[in-house]
């Protein structure tokens, strides 16, 4: 029996339903927790969410994202309704992508070994033991519903490793190569010709930069495909401490100052970068392709009814990140 079908055989979830304003959820007050049925918030080829596992996800998305740099942006009047919307879009977006992997995934007899299984096992009963009473009480979720929520999310990345396994993942220091220069870049040909006269009468093309440059940057850390095609191809002739001639381009003169033509650090992460597309790109042509033939439907009065935003007591945000513990990569 496969991962997917005995998921259809697990018990309905129970919600719970915290106050998320109004009265009821002032600090120190006594988390209200109204017990109703689970309900069916998102439905994808025949699997579905409910309620319960839905708030799993959105709570941990709510507390990642709502607190940047020590500062709670749930406080701040003005933020909550675009981060509320931002949390509810990205949740259901993600809810949605994984469960329609994981139809893919069925389709082409994909499942989870014993030692995947093993592992999710770990990490539901890791995670699930660092929620608090209030918390558990509050996603209306128990430690079999984490394991099922794992479940999908190792059998999704099961199907990405899968999809771009035979990705090339070799690259060159020439593709990679990111370049640390100076840049003095105006609208007009004057401009442009009195930069150059300075610029060959010897001065100092820093302090030429903070007098002419109209970008809102000089010093500047490029790769293949970020300038212009004729901005690149000069500057990457340049070596250490050598300027281009003027270069022209249909948004004006450039003039580029080479001050490490291969900076190894940046390059060494760029060629990551560069396979990381190469793989999503694999992917997302395989996966747009299914995704257009498999059903969907958002239960949208039940998932309107849950709403986002900073709940006292309920501060978990490690649902990925103990996957990520026990499980390896996330997708």
Partial sequence: MTVRKKKKGMAALCLCLACLSGTGCGKGDTLHVPQIAAKPVLK?????????????????YQNLYGTVAGVNLWEQETKKSTLEEYIKNLTISQMTKILSMDSLAESRGIALDEEELSCVQKAARAYFESLSDKEKDYLGADESDIRKLYEDYALAQKLYKSLTADINSEVSDDEARIMDAMQIVVSDKKTAKEVKKALDNGGDFSTLAGSYNEAEEVKIQFGRGELPKEVEKA????????????????????????????????????????????????????????????????????WDEIKAGHVNDIGTDSFFSVYQEYCGEQI
């Fill in 44 to 60: 994808v080829d025949g699997q579905s969410y409910s309620t319960a596992e839905a708030k799993v996800y959105l709570a941990n």
């Fill in 235 to 302: 500057a990457f002739s340049l070596d250490n401490g050598t300027v281009s001639e003027r270069i022209k381009t249909d948004k004006g003169f450039y003039f580029i100052y080479c001050v490490n033509k291969f900076n190894e650090e940046l390059t060494d992460a760029n060629k990551i970068k560069i396979v990381q597309k190469r793989e999503k790109a694999a992917f997302g042509d395989v996966y747009d392709a299914y995704s257009r033939t498999i059903s969907k439907k958002i239960y949208q009065k039940v």
